[in-house]
């Protein structure tokens, strides 16, 4: 099928649309979950599941301190024995889930990554079961395998640096956010310049082949020079991936209860920091992956989705963590208020059952063409027609015409190859968090008013 003429040459338009209405890292979002019926079995939403090439995610929700951006599943500290229980209850979990998995065809995984919260919270001897419960509970090779983990400066000590490094980490990602100290504040991100160059070195002693250093852009009083201090300081470690975050107020956070921006000046401040961001990136030799990440050319690969969280055979394990088979998404219940975030903790501690799915959605027909567009179209490479016609038998553009025609009008797409590349135009890639929930469903974006913050 041609798209309409007016693909190949998109003229862009004056719009309104907010460049930063939702950050799509996953769809749909867990605000669309729900209890779901007669809680299945994994053993039957598993089986005739393709299962050669799972992704393996193990969640740990816990930080030494709560962002005031962060709306992540994660409680701040663990009294007592508590990261020992939630180990023991992961454990108890993987090992229901291998079960359930079961013997109807090989299973091996492609990747892992841990997350959370902040897995390196773990001390490196909790940090030893972890990998323990990956490998012999799960079955996955962490050292023939991509492993991806999450840090924060005041984490990345050494002794947990050598556990992750000698059980075959290839990539360390580390909350930096600011380099400049009057941002971390401003950002409820107390912490030394100090200290974070402190945890870098650290890093690259440890010799992990692929250094992420995450950035955030909008906070208050930040101003383009102090956005190019941050830049410079983490390009002085040449790391492998930068990852630019635009700052959100989100509902509960600390943020949110000290101040709300809603104005259309803070958008287009965020907008000239990504654009001041991203050149200043290309212009130095990194390639954009998506909106967010920028990759130097000789980085070493990551897997063939690069660690993305998207892709279906999704093994997650912890109470912060998805799953997604091929037709169903689900997790345990989801929150931002700590107190709630506590006792659904709480609950996964002391549970025995982890045989069955307990929220979720189901993902089929309309909504599994658009999640595959969504997470495609979002990436800078764009998604190839052929693959999309090959899993769903139709042409993009039949099954999503005035979506489509509306990115084309506002100068999104690219649209000099709409029979076989639907790919972003450099504006298109800024407006990735308008164009994301542009993709959502009637029903889906039903779901998510209807869910009551907690």
């Known amino acids: 099928m041609t798209a309409p003429a007016t693909a190949t040459t998109p003229a862009p338009a004056p719009t309104t649309v907010r460049p930063y209405e939702s950050y799509v890292y996953a769809y749909p979002h867990k605000t669309a979950y729900r209890p779901l019926p007669g809680r299945p079995a994994l053993r039957e939403l598993w089986r005739g599941e393709a299962k050669d090439a799972l992704s393996l995610y193990l969640h740990i929700p816990f930080c030494e301190v709560r962002c005031g951006f962060c709306n992540l599943f994660t409680r701040i500290g663990a009294p007592e024995d508590l990261t020992g229980r939630y180990l023991d209850a992961l454990d108890r979990q993987a090992a229901a889930v291998r079960e359930a998995l079961g013997d109807d065809g090989p299973v091996r995984f492609a990747n892992a990554a841990f997350g959370g919260g902040t897995p390196t919270f773990l001390t490196a001897a909790e940090l030893v079961r972890l990998c323990d419960i990956a490998e012999r509970r799960m079955g996955a090779d962490l050292k023939a395998v991509p492993l991806s983990v999450e840090a924060s400066p005041a984490t990345a000590t050494a002794d947990r640096l050598a556990v992750l490094a000698e059980r075959g980490a290839t990539r360390l990602s580390l909350g930096v956010q600011s380099f400049v100290e009057e941002e971390a504040r401003a950002a409820v991100r107390p912490q030394r310049r100090a200290d974070v160059e402190a945890a870098l070195g650290r890093i690259r002693e440890a010799r992990i082949p692929v250094l992420n250093i995450d950035l955030i852009y909008g906070i208050d009083g930040q101003t383009p020079a102090g956005w190019r201090t941050s830049l410079d300081a983490a390009l002085a470690w040449a790391p492998e991936e930068l990852y630019l975050y635009p700052l959100y107020v989100r509902p509960l956070t600390g943020l949110a209860r000290r101040t709300a921006h809603t104005d259309r000046a803070w958008d287009e401040q965020r907008l000239a920091l990504y654009r001041q961001g991203r050149d200043h990136l290309l212009a130095r030799g990194y390639e954009q992956v998506s909106m967010r990440m920028f990759r130097r050319p000789d980085a070493a690969p990551q897997g063939p989705d690069d660690h993305a969280c998207q892709t279906d055979g999704m093994i997650g394990l912890g109470c912060g963590a998805r799953s997604y088979t091929s037709a169903l998404h689900y997790s345990f219940d989801y929150a931002v208020d700590m107190g709630e975030i506590r006792a659904i903790i709480d609950d996964y501690t002391g549970a025995d059952d982890f045989g069955r799915a307990v929220h979720g959605r189901y993902v089929e027909g309309d909504e599994a063409r658009r999640r595959h567009l969504l997470q495609s179209l979002l990436q800078a490479r764009g998604m190839p027609v052929a693959g999309y016609r090959a899993r769903f038998g139709t042409h ?50 039903a779901a998510m008013a209807a869910y009551a913050p907690k």
Do not use: M, Q
């Open 396 to 445: 993009p553009y039949e099954d999503f015409p005035a979506e489509l025609a509306r990115f084309e009008a506002r100068g999104w797409l690219d649209g000099t190859a709409p029979d076989t590349l639907l790919r972003l135009s450099p504006e298109g890639l800024a407006h990735s968090d308008a164009l994301g929930p542009a993709l959502f469903s009637p029903a889906v974006r």
